[in-house]
Structure formats: C-alpha cells, structure tokens
C-alpha cells in the first residue's frame, strides 16, 4: 500500500533564490506494475511522455490504475517493471522538482493559512528558513486571493478557500511538476469550476508541468493540452486526445459546439472500455 502521509505528499524545497521555475520533462517507458499480495496487474506496458510546460489529464474507469501512475511518477511507489523519467533522470524517490496535491487539502488544524503554506520549508530547513520565505508565501496567498487570510485557521476557510492554501502549500517548493490526482473532486460544482480556472492560471504563471487524474470529463478538456483517455484495469491508453483550444479558457470555452463534441467523444470511448470490461452501466 502506498503510503500517503503528509509529510511524504510534500516534496523538500528548494533554498530561498532558488524559484525559477521551468516545466519539467516526463517519459514513461514500458511501464508495468502489479500489486504482488493481491496478484492484481493495474498498469500493462504504458509509454508516453509528456512535453515541459504541458498541462496533460488522465481520465478512465475507476479502478484502472490512475492513481497507481500518478504515484509511480511521483517516486511514491516503485513499478514492477518498466521506468519513470523526470528531465532525462531515472526516478527512483519523491524528488524537490515535484509537487503533490491530493483530494483533500490536509492542513494542520493548530496552524494558519501562512504558516500551512510554509511547512515543506519549516520541514527541511527549520523555522529560520520558512521565516525568511514568509514574503514568498505571501506573495502565493496574493495570487491566489487569499492574502487577507493568512493568519486564519483552517476551520475558518471555506472548502475552495482550504485548496488554494493547499495550491500554495504546494507551490511554495517551486516545483517544476505538479501532480494532481483529483484535488477538487470534493467540491460543489460551482466553486469546483472556479478552482478549474485558478488552476489554470497558476499553472501559466509558474510555467510548471502539471498531470491531472480526473473522473469529470469537462475539466479534463477545459484545462488539459492532452486527455489520455485510460482503459479498464490493466490500464492501456485507448487515444490521446489534442485539446486545440486557446487560452486563457473560459466557463465560456466549455460552451462551444467543439468542446461538447470533445466531451462526446472522451465518454463514447470510456463507455466502449467499460463495455469490453463488461462492466457497462448501460
């Protein structure tokens, strides 16, 4: 079982000077991975890569393995064969360059808005450190709305307002991939849709590669570059969509004839998966 503590889902940050952040390269080579106690092969010799800068969603059936790959890419779980590679480098472990956000925000009840976003700093280099990054911090509550919070407890933020701290929390690191396995999936539609938009915005201005596990076809098309459209257990790609729209996108974007279309299109292929698994809902 991947073991998904705190402290392991924050990768270590960099010294303070060291934020400039660039997209980072991502291949993925004949990878394999089966869960040995249970005898359960989740992952079937995958390869992809995905290009520095590129915002890419993968979307399938639940329990294909999505979340099985975004660990492995992630360093969190070794794949039974096959490799990972972040910037040409084997990954072998959690690494600085990355950051991790998950379904819930996870913020340390007893700590504020502020002093959550500096924890992966207080965790490697002591409270001298994140005390001298305190104005970095601060600056990501300011992108993200939140600066007149950053000194309110977890019990008095909203739902969306709790996921950007733990947006901030992430990118305090300057990570140069972030990885996202369906960090809004607990949200009412309409503040989903606005963490959609502010998810995309961050991401353009901190020029990060970002993965994204979704099962809302919608998101996937309205912030993705590329949608790999997974199949049922052990997961295969059954097409890699191009998402040809402009950007910055819009709630409006998701209106237009070709995005419908697109959406079509994505559930047409995950009901023909599910169908040739046998577990059609229809």
Same mark, same amino acid.
């Given at each position: 079982?991947?073991?998904?503590?705190?402290?392991?889902?924050?990768p270590?940050?960099?010294?303070?000077?060291?934020?400039?952040?660039?997209?980072?390269?991502?291949?993925?080579?004949?990878?394999?991975?089966?869960?040995?106690?249970?005898?359960?092969?989740?992952?079937?010799?995958?390869?992809l890569?995905?290009?520095?800068?590129?915002?890419?969603?993968?979307i399938?059936?639940?329990?294909c393995?999505k979340?099985?790959?975004?660990?492995?890419?992630?360093?969190?779980?070794?794949?039974?064969?096959?490799?990972?590679?972040?910037?040409?480098?084997?990954?072998?472990?959690?690494? $600085?360059?990355? @950051?991790? !956000?998950?379904q819930?925000? =996870?913020?340390?009840?007893?700590?504020?808005?502020?002093?959550?976003? /500096? +924890?992966?700093?207080?965790?490697?280099?002591?409270k001298?450190?994140?005390?001298?990054?305190?104005?970095?911090?601060?600056?990501?509550?300011?992108?993200?709305?939140?600066?007149?919070?950053?000194?309110?407890?977890?019990? $008095?933020?909203? @739902?969306? !307002?709790?996921?950007?701290? =733990?947006?901030?929390?992430?990118?305090?690191?300057?990570?140069q991939? /972030? +990885?996202?396995?369906?960090?809004?999936?607990?949200?009412?539609?309409?503040?989903?849709?606005?963490?959609?938009?502010?998810?995309?915005?961050?991401?353009?201005?901190?020029?990060?590669?970002?993965?994204?596990?979704?099962?809302?076809?919608?998101?996937?098309?309205?912030?993705?570059?590329?949608?790999?459209v997974?199949?049922?257990?052990?997961?295969?790609?059954?097409?890699?969509?191009?998402?040809p729209?402009?950007?910055?996108?819009?709630?409006e974007?998701?209106?237009?004839?070709?995005?419908?279309?697109?959406v079509?299109?994505?559930?047409?292929?995950?009901?023909?998966?599910?169908?040739?698994?046998?577990?059609?809902?229809?």
């Amino acid at each position: 079982m991947v073991n998904r503590d705190f402290d392991r889902a924050i990768p270590l940050a960099p010294s303070p000077g060291e934020r400039e952040v660039q997209g980072g390269d991502i291949s993925i080579e004949g990878l394999s991975h089966t869960f040995e106690s249970r005898d359960l092969r989740v992952i079937d010799n995958l390869s992809l890569h995905i290009a520095p800068g590129s915002f890419v969603s993968f979307i399938g059936p639940s329990g294909c393995g999505k979340s099985t790959l975004l660990d492995i890419i992630g360093g969190l779980l070794r794949p039974t064969a096959g490799v990972v590679k972040r910037n040409g480098e084997l990954v072998s472990g959690p690494s $600085e360059d990355m @950051g991790m !956000m998950f379904q819930t925000p =996870a913020l340390l009840p007893w700590r504020t808005a502020v002093d959550n976003v /500096l +924890l992966p700093l207080e965790i490697r280099d002591g409270k001298e450190s994140a005390a001298e990054a305190r104005p970095f911090a601060m600056e990501l509550l300011e992108m993200t709305d939140l600066a007149d919070f950053a000194t309110v407890y977890p019990h $008095e933020l909203s @739902g969306g !307002m709790a996921q950007r701290v =733990a947006i901030c929390r992430m990118l305090v690191t300057s990570p140069q991939i /972030l +990885l996202l396995d369906e960090p809004f999936g607990a949200l009412d539609e309409l503040t989903r849709d606005r963490m959609d938009l502010e998810l995309q915005r961050i991401c353009a201005n901190q020029d990060a590669t970002a993965v994204l596990i979704t099962h809302a076809i919608a998101e996937a098309a309205l912030l993705s570059d590329q949608v790999y459209v997974l199949g049922p257990r052990p997961t295969r790609v059954m097409e890699c969509i191009d998402i040809p729209f402009e950007r910055p996108r819009t709630l409006e974007t998701a209106t237009s004839l070709e995005f419908t279309e697109m959406v079509r299109h994505i559930r047409r292929l995950l009901d023909e998966g599910e169908a040739q698994s046998g577990n059609s809902l229809q």
